[in-house]
């Protein structure tokens, strides 16, 4: 109970002090101002990653800065401020917190409620900032006439203790800052870049190699470059795009900067015994620099599982120091033996940029050692140097590859030259022969062009000849043939049996569509293309008939697209007939039921149309038994006369039409699909 009571005044006490601290008016900030002189400032430390709503009911003290003060790594400190915008309009400020792996800031929008604003520090988010390009900003807007309190956590995330401290900028102190910090790091950006873009040239145009010639040293020099172009990228400040996308997960530069550098040390190793050949120069040193580059890959293995479980920067310093212990020595090592022992023309070049390589790395290493953060000499980042280093040596390297391809292209230029004159004399005796087969071939080449070309003429003119004969032969048959015999016949027999029973009018009335139809045939017959309109007439006509004479005992039903433009749809004549008559005389008259019905469509389909005639007679199947067994029995050749003229049709018009037959299930008819297709010929 004590307890909970002395956790109560404690609270009360808080929230007391903070009712009646001091408040830092906007135009009392002149330029900047340090956290320690922040008017009402106060603070307390907490165990890390404690949430804001359970630090705001901590007591917070008066913030009084001594010098030497640092905060625990294990611990946040949290400060609690008021800012006043007095001026006549909304004013902009910005939080500078140098020196820290992370920072956040939250507004106090009620007494239980904490907005936050953003992030900052090494170990922040690109997305939880508000200030893109710095790491060591935060930017905070204040409406005019309106007092604000923010809650400030300051906290490390690797073992190393940080000096809590802070320091509130104006607009225009920001931006005098930010073109200051501008100017100190614009050399070390463009080295950057610059080291960046040429190794990544460089890659590319090893890659390429590679890909050409299938050489390991090109494998082996653009996988080296390109490891060098990571361990840039981890180097760019965070005012770069490049910079600002890895800043999304920060502790990659941690876990993957020196391992980055190892894997290319690893290439490195297996460039450097091709670049030499060291398997035959020095078989010592080939053995030596391959058992180096497992240990290499040990390390990194090494490297990223400690700093994955621990994130320690001793570990880290440490870790650094071991590496350049044994990497410098190991190379001053190859140096010297190279001097004396390897012997090839390209061990100069090695030499020249493993030297360039080890000065800029030991200058590098003495400017980090002991700095956890940036460290500048002549506008030039501790990494700066290696990268020049590496590129120095990058440049050699290539030069090497150079020499190494024109030895080898004078090696073999040496070897072609002993054929050369021989080459010369047999290029000119081919040369003669091919004008010499040249001649004959065109000779020749003519001759069959020429007899191709009457073959062709020949063949053109008999097709020609043939069609005109076919189609002769088919119009006689076909004016002939159009109508069954026993159509005429019986048709005849049922206008007598109509006036012999005294049906004058209906066999009036027959006989004038019967005449009617004639006529049709008999016109239609003399055209190539009728519309299908006319054909349509046609057919209604010939329906009508056949009803009438077999006493209406089937039912017809004719059903066209009303998208259909039956006027302006050419067919041959006569195109449906002898479907329609074949589905009566072989379908629907053997049919023992009532419920015959004959069903006619025409439709549209996606490059022209359908024509469908559907009768649920007694199927095709039956039909033909039937036939055999009556061997007299008339049998149409309306629809084998049809196919002719379709035949035809195909061959000469820019249209195509097809014919399906299809049984429908349980012998219950037949459907007839006749699909019409215009062809579309491409004249580009």
Not at 4 to 26: D, K, Q, R, Y
Not at 459 to 466: A, D, F, P, T
Not at 604 to 622: H, P, Q, V, W
């Amino acid at each position: 109970m004590r307890y909970i009571l002395a956790i109560l005044l404690l609270s009360l006490s808080s929230n007391i002090m903070a009712g009646e601290a001091p408040v830092l008016s906007l135009s009392e900030l002149q330029g900047s101002i340090a956290n320690k002189d922040i008017p009402g400032i106060r603070y307390t430390t907490v165990p890390a990653n404690l949430p804001v709503e359970e630090v705001a009911n901590r007591l917070f003290r008066p913030f009084q800065f001594s010098e030497g003060m640092t905060a625990n790594p294990d611990e946040s400190y949290w400060f609690r401020f008021s800012i006043t915008n007095n001026f006549s309009k909304d004013t902009t400020v910005y939080i500078y917190i140098p020196l820290i792996d992370f920072g956040c800031l939250y507004q106090v929008k009620d007494s239980s409620i904490y907005e936050k604003i953003a992030a900052t520090g090494y170990f922040s988010r690109t997305h939880e900032r508000n200030v893109g390009q710095y790491n060591t900003h935060i930017l905070v807007r204040l409406k005019t006439g309106q007092t604000y309190t923010y809650y400030l956590q300051l906290s490390s995330t690797i073992d190393v203790p940080f000096e809590p401290v802070f320091s509130l900028f104006s607009k225009a102190h920001f931006d005098e800052a930010n073109a200051a910090y501008y100017r100190m790091t614009l050399t070390s950006t463009i080295v950057n870049s610059g080291f960046i873009i040429s190794m990544a040239v460089l890659f590319l145009f090893m890659l390429f190699s590679f890909s050409k010639n299938r050489q390991r040293i090109f494998g082996y020099y653009s996988a080296y470059l390109f490891f060098n172009v990571l361990y840039g990228a981890f180097h760019l400040l965070d005012t770069t795009v490049i910079a600002q996308w890895i800043s999304y997960r920060p502790e990659f530069r941690i876990l993957f900067n020196y391992p980055v550098q190892f894997a290319a040390f690893t290439v490195y190793n297996f460039f450097v015994i091709e670049l030499l050949n060291l398997q035959q120069t020095d078989p010592f040193s080939y053995k030596f620099l391959k058992r180096f580059a497992w240990f290499y890959v040990a390390y990194i293995v090494i490297h990223i599982a400690l700093m994955s479980v621990l994130l320690s920067y001793d570990i880290y310093e440490w870790l650094f120091i071991v590496s350049r212990v044994l990497v410098i020595p190991l190379n001053l090592f190859l140096i010297i033996r190279g001097i004396f022992v390897i012997k090839t023309p390209l061990l100069k070049y090695y030499i020249v940029g493993v030297s360039f390589f080890l000065i800029s790395g030991a200058v590098a290493g003495l400017l980090a050692i002991g700095h956890q953060y940036d460290v500048y000499l002549w506008g030039l980042h501790a990494s700066n140097f290696f990268q020049i280093g590496i590129l120095i040596e990058s440049l050699c390297f290539a030069f090497a590859i150079g020499y190494r391809n024109k030895l080898i292209d004078d090696e073999r230029k040496t070897n072609q030259e002993n054929y050369i004159e021989q080459l010369i004399i047999n290029q000119k005796l081919i040369e003669e022969t091919n004008i010499r087969l040249e001649e004959k071939v065109t000779e020749r080449t003519n001759e069959v062009l020429e007899y191709r070309q009457q073959l062709e003429e020949q063949r053109q003119n008999e097709i020609k000849l043939e069609f005109e004969n076919k189609i002769s032969e088919v119009e006689n048959v076909a004016l002939r043939s159009q109508m069954n015999p026993h159509f005429l016949f019986n048709s005849l027999n049922a206008i007598k049996y109509l006036i012999m029973s005294d049906q004058d009018q209906l066999a009036i009335n027959y006989l004038g569509s019967f005449s009617k139809l004639l006529r049709m045939i008999l016109e239609y017959s003399k055209e190539s293309l009728i519309s299908l309109s006319n054909e349509l007439n046609a057919l209604q006509l010939y329906l009508e008939i056949e009803s009438t004479r077999f006493d209406s005992s089937f039912h017809y039903n004719i059903r066209v697209d009303p998208n259909m433009a039956t006027d302006s749809i050419m067919i041959p004549p006569l195109l449906l007939q002898p479907y329609v008559e074949n589905a009566i005389w072989h379908g629907l008259l053997h049919k023992q039921s009532d419920d015959k019905s004959l069903e006619i469509i025409l439709g549209l389909i996606e490059s022209g149309y359908i024509f469908t005639i559907e009768d649920n007679g007694i199927g095709r199947a039956k039909a033909a038994k039937r036939q055999q067994k009556q061997s007299g029995t008339y049998r149409s050749m309306g629809t084998q006369i049809t196919q002719d003229r379709i035949d035809l049709f195909n061959r000469m018009e820019d249209a195509n039409i097809k014919v399906k037959f299809i049984d429908l299930p349980n012998d219950g008819g037949t459907r007839v699909e006749i699909i019409y297709t215009e062809n579309v010929n491409d004249e580009n």
